[in-house]
Each structure stands twice: as structure tokens, then as C-alpha cells.
């Protein structure tokens, strides 16, 4: 089983589609799930205090905006644990959407820069490319190691 | 502080502020003032169009929910009394569709609007004057349209650097009192009394107080007040008052001790606004060290500064530090005083101009009150920049404390 990182991070079909391959995604979904299950954090929405954006320094400098460090405080350590990678080009705001550009180009940086196995795929917009897209994703995933191909 | 009834509905048009660690302040602002941040609805697929709509294709999704909640706002698919528009301090996109969105609101909705950038620093109470200002608007209305004082009554503005008080009677300023602000409420006490002894009244015979500036929950709480609110109403009502100019459009520029407000005026009530406070070299203080170093009272660099010329004195940065540094190094290379004292006025009101008129539109007449408005060459500078003339209405040091006396007196009659 390996960890794949998948951008948009939130994206609940690519999440879904690492999981039936028996990978195990890294996802923001996670990630935000347990932060608002923090016992004692009360910060609604997200329960994101001012201590994230300076986590987040780990990953971006003081100049860059406190909203891309605190998403990146949630994104740098998943890049972190990742094996391999799936970032999707282009895509609809319902396949999943990270809001800010800056954290965007900053996460997809950050991935390819880790020199593990990515599959970068463009967003389809026909049956066919749709076809085509979830073919290769699958082939990516039952490449990787310990892939459970039997899925 | 917070007012009984409904709560005032604002919508929150924002970028990145769950993200950043602020959204809690935000929301501990508006409770404190009896308001409900909202987030107008919106259909998802829009996000996809809203830009070439809206005619700025910006990048970031967040940005283009941002347009698409507020065009929800103005087309009144989202019932509010008042909007913020918030997003990241130093990011460019944001800081454009920001900009735009707050004008967009504004013109076509006749919402009060304010925006601010903001920090993981951001706390509640830097929010709150903000929040406050567009409380008040929205849920005060009938009190902002009061054009004339009546009865009796007493305004105090604790400020961050003076105190000023006044006194009112039918709707002539009868006692004033201006002393350094040391123990809040020692100087507020003093600076009332010396109201008091000018007017010929006694404490007993004020029949409505009004409070505002830094302190003036500690102040109307001791005073009982009947009035407290925050600077940017109480100095509007008091600038347009001050200067016969209560009907119709005009653009208050206010610079305080500490601090700078930007505020765009409809027949008193404030419409767009900004508000600094955090660089002081574009405040009254960059002034008062000015004055220091060039070993002149406060009160006399503005005529010095009338006699001039600011651009012989090369001022390579707008700190207080640095700034004043670079008039230092001025005079040691031979600039006279005057030249000096100019450069500052010019500078201050650079800075203003730079930060906060960008985000106000001006419309005359141009009204400076604070008390750096009695420095001459501050308003000068002024109405050299912008060429327009800047109107400085007398006691334009008080604004705040009319504005505190003239609204309270909607007390009186009640």
C-alpha cells in the first residue's frame, strides 16, 4: 500500500478511486476531519488557529499571505508522507477546489519537487477523455508498490 | 456594549480568513456588537463564470466565491444590512477583486461596506471599531440623520494622545477642553471640567453624554453615558457638522495621534471607509517628532512648514525611524527647518494618500479635521496633492467630541 498524494487535495472522487486501489489517499478531507475533532480547539469552521499560518512557515516565508500558510500547514505534512502523487490539471471546482491559487502552485511544486511517482492527467470534459482518465489513474495506481491489484 | 434586538446580518465576502486563523475573531467581533456574520448563497456552477462576468478572471476559486457573493448581496439573494470584505494582507489578487468587490457593493447596493486585509495577528479588537462602524450604520440610522444639537450635552473623545471635550447648548459649542491623554480617565474628567468652567454650566446640568475614541468604554461607563461609539461615526457627524456640509456627498480625512481614517460621507452617514493605525509615520506622531528634532512647538511647525518647499529634502522612507532619520540627515547637509518641516507634512499626507485614498473614492468637498489639521502645511500638502481644496472647519481638532455631543442629544429629546 502506498500513500498518494492527490491534487485537488480535497477531491472526493480521486480520494475515493486511491482507496479502491488500496492505496491509502492523502487527502484534506482527513486532515480537517481530525482538527475539528480537536478536543479543546474552538475555532470554527475549520478550527485553523493563529498557530497553523506559523506552522505553516515551514513550507512558505513570513511574506507570503497568512491564508496559504495556514493551508499549507494542513498540506506540507501530507507532501511530506506522500509515495507518489496525482495532480489533476485544470479541473472543475466540483471535482474539487483548494481556493487559492498561490497554495495551489505552491502544493503542486511541492509534490512534483519530491521526486516520487506522479501522474499528471488533464481534467476530461468528454465520455471519452473521461474514459481515458480513469484508465490511466487506475493503470498509475496498480503500478505503484504494493498496489493491490486484485481490487 | 452589544445592542438588544435583532442582530445586524453582515455578509462575510471573504478570502483564506478560515484558513488564516482569524475566522474566530471575526466571529467574537460580531458577537460582542449583537451581529451575525452571514455567508451569502450562492449557486457552485457560477464559480465557474462569475469572472468573465464580473470581468476579472482571477486565478484563485476563493476570489471568484467572493464575486459571486457579492453580486448575491447585490442582487438580494442574501438579505444584509452591511458587508465585509476581507482577505489576506500582502496578496496582490486579492487585494484588487477586494478593492473592486467593496466598490461594487457599495455603488450598486447602497450597503455600508468596509474591507480590511488581515494577519494570523488580526484580533477581535482590532476588528472591532471596524464592526462597530458598520453596526452603527446599519442599526442607527434615525440617530445619523440628527443635523442639529439640542438641550444640553457634553461629548468626550479619548483619544490615543489628547483628550477633548465639549460642551453644547442649542447647538452652539459653549465649552471645550483639550489636555494630553496621560490617565484615561483622569484626562477625560479634566478635559470635561475645563469644558465645564468655559461654558458657565455645572456637571448637573448636562442632560446627555456622549463618548468616543480608544477609551471610551472605560469613560462611558464612568460617566454613564448615554452615547458610546466608535470614532469613524461620531467623527463623521462631527467633521460635516463642523463644516456646514451635512447634506449631500463629501470625503472626511481625520488625522489622529496614532492613527488615520479615510471616510467617504452621504449626508453624514459614512459609506466607504478605511482606517490606519499601523504604521504611525502617516500620523500625527511622525509630526510631534518632527517638531522635536527641529526643536519648534508642535503649533509652530505648520507655519514653518508653509514657507518651505518639501521636494528639497530627499526622504528615502515614510518610517517613523527612518523617515525621521532621513530629515535628520537632511539638516545636517544643510536643509533649512522649513524645507524640514514641510517634507514631513508632505510626507504624512503621501502616506495617506497612498494607503487609504486609493480605497475611498473622494468626492468634494474634502473635509480635514483631526489635530493635525491645525499644522498648516499638513493641509496645504494636501490640497496640493490631490489639487483640490481641503476644507479645515474650526474646531476641527473636537470633531469626535461634537460628534459625541450632537448625537447624544437624540438622548435628550427622547
Known sequence: MAKVIIYPTNSLILSDMVERFGHEP??????????????????????????????????????????VRGRMALIGPMIELAEAGIIV????????????????????????EKGIPILEIKYP??????????????????????????? | ??????????????????????????????????????????????????????????????????????????????????????????????????????????????????????????????????????????????????????????????GSTTTKAVVMKDNEIVGEGWVPTIKVLESAETALQQALDQSGLKTEDI??????????????EHFKADLVQEEITMNSKGAV????????????????????????VQDGIPGMFTMGGICAGASGRFLEMT??????EITDLGDLAIKGMGENVEMNSYCIVFGIQSLVNSLAKGSSPEDVAAAACHSVVEQIFEQQLQEVEVKEPLILVGGSSL??????????????????????????????????SGYVSE
Not at chain 2, 457552485?44 to 468573465?52: H, R
Not at chain 2, 517638531?291 to 519648534?296: D, H, M, P
Open chain 2, 207 to 220: 442632560q446627555a453624554i456622549g463618548t468616543t475614541g480608544y477609551g471610551r468604554f472605560l469613560i462611558g
Open chain 2, 291 to 296: 517638531a522635536k528634532r527641529l526643536g519648534v
Open chain 2, 1 to 158: 456594549m452589544s445592542d438588544k434586538g435583532d442582530p445586524v446580518l453582515i455578509a462575510l465576502v471573504s478570502c483564506g480568513s478560515e484558513y488564516a486563523g482569524v475566522q474566530s475573531e471575526l466571529e467574537k467581533a460580531a458577537s460582542t456588537l449583537n451581529a451575525k456574520l452571514v455567508y451569502p448563497e450562492m449557486d457552485v456552477a457560477t464559480l465557474d463564470t462569475i469572472g468573465m462576468e464580473f470581468g476579472l478572471e482571477v486565478a484563485s476559486p476563493d476570489l471568484r466565491l467572493m464575486m459571486a457573493r457579492a453580486k448575491a448581496v447585490v442582487e438580494g439573494v442574501a438579505k444584509v444590512d452591511g458587508v465585509f470584505v476581507t482577505s489576506c494582507f500582502r496578496c496582490a489578487e486579492a487585494a484588487i477583486v477586494r478593492n473592486e468587490l467593496r466598490r461594487y457593493i457599495f455603488e450598486e447596493s447602497g450597503l455600508p461596506v468596509i474591507s480590511y486585509s488581515f494577519t494570523e495577528r488580526t484580533t477581535a479588537a482590532t476588528l472591532l471599531t471596524r464592526l462597530e462602524a458598520l453596526t452603527t450604520i446599519a442599526r442607527r440610522k434615525h440617530l445619523l440623520a440628527r443635523t442639529k444639537q439640542t438641550g444640553i450635552t457634553a461629548g468626550i473623545d479619548s
Open chain 1, 26 to 67: 492523502l487527502a484534506m478531507m482527513e486532515k480537517i476531519k481530525k482538527i475539528i475533532n480537536t478536543v479543546g480547539v474552538d475555532s470554527p469552521p475549520l478550527n485553523i488557529t493563529p498557530e497553523e499560518p506559523k506552522r505553516g512557515l515551514k513550507y512558505a516565508a513570513v511574506e507570503v499571505p497568512a491564508g
Open chain 1, 125 to 151: 470534459h468528454t465520455e471519452e477523455e473521461g474514459q481515458d482518465f480513469v484508465y490511466k489513474i487506475a493503470e498509475f495506481l496498480k503500478s505503484l508498490p504494493s498496489g493491490s491489484d486484485e481490487k
Open chain 2, 375 to 408: 499644522i498648516a502645511g499638513v493641509p496645504k500638502a494636501l490640497g496640493d496633492l490631490l489639487k483640490i481644496d481641503v476644507i479645515v472647519p474650526p474646531h476641527s481638532q473636537l470633531i469626535g467630541a461634537v460628534g459625541a455631543a450632537l448625537l447624544a
Open chain 2, 241 to 264: 457638522y463642523l463644516a456646514d456640509q451635512q447634506k449631500g456627498p463629501a470625503t472626511v480625512i481625520d488625522i489622529g495621534g496614532m492613527d488615520n481614517k479615510a471616510i467617504s
Open chain 1, 89 to 112: 490539471g485544470d479541473s472543475s471546482i466540483s471535482f474539487g477546489c483548494m481556493g487559492c491559487a498561490r497554495t495551489n502552485e505552491l502544493t503542486k511544486f511541492l509534490i512534483r
